[in-house]
């Protein structure tokens, strides 16, 4: 045998007794593989199309696909989730305010089925926050951001949620049906025709590609890089990815408008952390995937969500959820939370996810219309949870009757809502 063959050959022997070492007692299964699977032009037809499958995303999808429109979630990323899981933190809330469950539905299905399949429990929501000694955080809920992001996809599956990962719209143009949205992704073009958009990207994409207002302030908050470290070859330390608690680093200047910023905020934020590595001279434990970001575009809505609508509890003659968390800016100084008079509850009108002037489109998560301080408040996952429901019922009535959201009858969605155990205001 010749020398170079021979190099190769035992290279290859060694790679793969290491991966036998790794992988032993690994089981073997065949993936379905998907129609067409060569094609690179791809047509898909469907009544609701959800773009961006994060917190509010998944929910939207489910909501829709249980209410009996066909849907389709496309997602830019590998996983659903968004902040609870590719950003890691995996602590949603809140669903609890003043002694009572605030925000219920798909979204508190799945936290509770994580919880309770990893074997964990759930706070004591009995114990009443005072903002004193009792925090807002001592009603969060820890999930498995590894659990959740599987149990989502299974909940997608069983509702019959069609989902494709990797791809992103590139053009919108609108149709006598509805809408025409041209999607691509490596090795694949698809064209997609749908009723009615949600836009659940965060940063109110589809809302931008159509030229509808957004706003956003030159200053953004700052992301967060969540990682842990471990003392080199500690022989007691907890095995596993994200045993522990997590580490944050700020990002300072992270947004997700897009791609490049994306990008740029993830190479400084890995970069802190492998220098933390080497002046701390520990061990990587765990590192996210990606920055958690906080804030970035929001639409201009027929409803804007002011500060004082939000602290005042304002209850919106069409709100749709509610929402509870402090005011919650973070800047260069850290973050002081900024805590809910008591008995104070805010609410979410459905105007406030419908973009300004638009029709058979409406957003749900952190890009809802309100001003930068209100939005500290409805951008955490519970909120966002509830409105990706709203939004789903929503469009799946609109598919229903023929029509776009905001002429959807309110008592109909409400009572949509309340069936699959969604939490309303003014019910």
């Not at 190769?8 to 992988?23: K, N, P, R």
């Not at 469950?101 to 509770?112: A, H, T």
């Not at 809408?179 to 994409?205: L, M, N, Y």
């Not at 260069?332 to 058979?360: C, H, M, Y």
Request: one cysteine or more; charged letters at 20%; aromatic letters at 6%.
């Amino acid at each position: 045998m010749k020398r170079r063959k021979f190099i190769q050959y035992s290279a290859a022997g060694v790679a793969l007794a290491a991966s036998a070492s790794t992988l032993s007692g690994a089981e073997h299964i065949t993936m379905k593989q998907a129609a067409g699977i060569e094609e690179l032009d791809i047509r898909s037809e469907t009544d609701v199309l959800v773009v961006g499958g994060g917190t509010a995303g998944s929910v939207a999808a489910i909501q829709a696909a249980r209410a009996g429109a066909k849907t389709f979630l496309l997602n830019r990323g590998s996983q659903l989730g968004g902040t609870t899981t590719t950003g890691g933190v995996a602590f949603p809330g809140l669903f609890h305010a003043w002694g009572k469950q605030i925000i219920s539905g798909i979204g508190w299905e799945l936290v509770v089925d994580t919880v309770f399949l990893d074997g964990g429990s759930l706070p004591d929501f009995s114990v009443e926050i005072n903002n004193t000694n009792v925090r807002h955080w001592r009603h969060q809920v820890h999930v498995n951001q590894f659990l959740y992001a599987i149990l989502a996809e299974e909940k997608c599956e069983k509702a019959g949620v069609e989902i494709a990962y990797y791809e992103s719209p590139q053009t919108i143009a609108k149709t006598d049906q509805g809408w025409q949205v041209d999607c691509t992704g490596f090795g694949t073009r698809r064209r997609i025709f749908c009723k009615q958009i949600i836009d659940c990207t965060g940063g109110a994409e589809v809302v931008g590609l159509l030229k509808l207002p957004r706003l956003r302030e030159e200053e953004t908050q700052p992301g967060s890089m969540l990682f842990q470290l471990d003392k080199a070859n500690n022989p007691g330390r907890k095995n596993g990815p994200g045993a522990g608690t997590l580490n944050a680093l700020y990002v300072h200047g992270a947004n997700s408008a897009n791609s490049r910023t994306v990008t740029a905020a993830n190479l400084t934020g890995r970069k802190a952390v492998l220098e933390k590595v080497r002046k701390e001279k520990k061990r990587l434990m765990h590192l996210q995937p990606e920055t958690a970001f906080r804030e970035s575009f929001r639409i201009q809505g027929e409803t804007v969500i002011t500060l004082e609508d939000y602290t005042s509890g304002r209850i919106f003659d069409d709100a749709v959820c509610y929402a509870f968390y402090p005011v919650d800016l973070h800047t260069k100084d850290g973050v002081s939370p900024q805590p809910l008079a008591k008995g104070r509850v805010p609410t979410i009108p459905l105007s406030a996810l419908i973009p300004e002037g638009s029709r058979n489109i409406i957003v749900a998560g952190r890009c809802v219309s309100s001003d930068r301080l209100a939005n500290s408040g409805l951008r955490v996952q519970a909120p966002c949870m509830a409105m990706g429901q709203a939004a789903g019922a929503t469009v799946a009535l609109a598919v229903r009757m023929k029509t776009t959201p905001l002429k959807v009858p309110l008592n109909d969605i409400r009572e949509m809502l309340v069936k699959n155990g969604a939490i309303v205001p003014n019910v």
